[in-house]
T-cell receptor
Framework: ETGVTQTPRHLVMGMTNKKSLKCEQH?????MYWYKQSAKKPLELMFV???????ENNSVPSRFSPECPNSSHLFLHLHTLQPEDSALYLC?????????????FGPGTRLTVL | AQSVTQPDIHITVSEGASLELRCNYS??????LFWYVQSPGQGLQLLLK??????LVQGIKGFEAEFKRSHSSFNLRKPSVHWRDAAEYFC???????????FGKGTMLLVSP
């Protein structure tokens, strides 16, 4: 499989559930990103990992917990979410942690919180 | 900090007509500029990018964009739109030395028969 893959593609969860989103890149990149895309709002950068180290956390609530066990995998652990967290969650990767390198996106996970 | 403005939320174009989507950026130095396209339920796909050199950049699917430093703009163009081009288009700016991109709010392109 090539590119950036995300699983699951769709997820429905209750506010008391715990779930995880998975992202995998097969491009040999060493920077990975989580974005949140809500209707009528700009793409929101949540977390950036470079060489498996978190280098950016844009004031994301603690109910979102990222994990990057190696340069190919990125997880977003979810617990006690709110309905306003319903959105499309996009993962991306880029060749290195320097500006100018385009990011490659996965297809996203459509999350619905009931 | 950099910012991106896409002034048009929606644009409707007839199939076969030309297209121009506007993007204005704010950044103190030479920016890295990107256009992405997103089809419904999909992730973002890179159409083209500008780093340096020739200010007219060719991309995939017949798209091109022109970097105009004097206007702080990076408008996307296509001479003849196809119904398959209906999607949302995002302009983004990156800064040298940083990995993150700043995205505009997007422009939804509708193509009429």
């Amino acid at each position: 499989e090539t590119g950036v893959t995300q699983t699951p593609r769709h997820l429905v969860m209750g506010m008391t559930n715990k779930k995880s989103l998975k992202c995998e890149q097969h491009l040999g990149h060493n920077a990975m990103y989580w974005y949140k895309q809500s209707a009528k709002k700009p793409l929101e950068l949540m977390f950036v990992y470079s060489l498996e180290e978190r280098v950016e956390n844009n004031s994301v609530p603690s109910r979102f917990s990222p994990e990057c066990p190696n340069s190919s995998h990125l997880f977003l652990h979810l617990h006690t979410l709110q309905p306003e967290d319903s959105a499309l969650y996009l993962c991306a990767s880029s060749p290195r942690d320097r500006g100018g390198n385009e990011q490659f996106f996965g297809p996203g996970t459509r999350l619905t919180v009931l | 900090a950099q910012s991106v403005t896409q002034p048009d939320i929606h644009i409707t174009v007839s199939e076969g007509a030309s297209l121009e989507l506007r993007c204005n950026y704010s950044y103190g130095a030479t920016p890295y500029l990107f256009w992405y396209v997103q089809s419904p339920g999909q992730g973002l796909q890179l159409l083209l990018k500008y780093f340096s050199g020739d200010t007219l950049v060719q991309g995939i699917k017949g798209f091109e964009a022109e970097f105009k430093r004097s206007h702080s703009s990076f408008n996307l163009r296509k001479p003849s739109v196809h119904w398959r081009d209906a999607a949302e288009y995002f302009c983004a700016v990156g800064a040298h030395g940083y990995s993150t991109l700043t995205f505009g709010k997007g422009t939804m392109l509708l193509v009429s028969p």
